[in-house]
């Protein structure tokens, strides 16, 4: 099976600029989240989605959304970017069959942004 | 607490084995995980534990549960230059699926 892929790999950007990120999950994998990692904060969840619905949401500011396609590929947007946007953002997936089951998330290699 | 702790790092020799240690927060999350993180890559699951194991083997990598104090380890026997990344470990809660991480501990190997 091909495992998670993540475009574009890098990506630079001005700052007030929108951006968006793609992720393909795993094939059969249903769940999608996005994690935002930086030296400083380490890794932050910012939302998961699961079959085209948001499940859980971490504590980012809206002009990070997201969504999630009926094959599951999912995209993340940032809106009006500023230069503690500056990260690598990360996409995992998972089959998320339910509670009771291990659930383990597959991580792609990430996109490296890079705001100016 | 609200968050799972980890030490930022851990330096040993090369050879020796090294303890990640962890402490979550909640004692009902079912599944625990470890994963591995190289320089400029993503996330590596190493392995994971169900919370009713107290522990769990796999060649060099031993995983063990309290799930009285919310304390899980990780162990890396013979420890090797190659093992040198930053170690996550995560919880599952059930209640919305959602795992909660570690800051990531960064494992240091001295020749």
């Known amino acids: 099976k091909a495992g998670v892929t993540q475009t574009p790999r890098y990506l630079i950007k001005t700052r007030g600029q929108q951006v968006t990120l793609s992720c393909s999950p795993i094939?059969?994998?249903?769940?999608v989240s996005w994690y935002q990692q930086t030296p400083g904060q380490g890794l932050q969840f910012l939302f998961e989605?699961?079959?085209?619905?948001?499940?859980n949401k971490g504590n980012f500011p809206g002009r990070f959304s997201g969504r999630q396609f009926s094959n599951s590929r999912s995209e993340m947007n940032v809106s009006t970017l500023e230069l503690g946007d500056s990260a690598l953002y990360l996409c995992?997936?998972?089959?998320?069959?339910?509670?009771?089951?291990?659930?383990?998330?597959?991580f792609g290699p990430g996109t490296r942004l890079t705001v100016l | 607490g609200e968050d799972v702790e980890q030490s930022l790092f851990l330096s040993v020799r090369e050879g020796d084995s090294s303890v990640i240690n962890c402490t979550y927060t909640?004692?009902?999350?079912?599944?625990l995980y470890w994963y591995k993180q190289e320089p400029g890559a993503g996330l590596q699951l190493l392995t994971y534990i169900f919370s009713n194991m107290d522990m769990k083997q796999d060649q060099r990598l031993t995983v063990l549960l309290n799930k009285k104090d919310k304390h899980l380890s990780l162990r890396i026997a013979d420890t090797q230059t190659g093992d040198s990344a930053i170690y996550f470990c995560a919880e599952r809660r059930d209640s919305n699926y959602q795992l909660i991480w570690g800051a990531g501990t960064k494992l240091i190997i001295k020749p």
């Open positions: 909640d004692s009902s999350s079912t599944y």
């Open positions: 094939s059969g994998h249903r769940s």
């Open positions: 995992a997936s998972s089959y998320s069959p339910g509670t009771g089951t291990t659930d383990t998330q597959y």
């Open positions: 989605y699961f079959s085209e619905t948001q499940r």
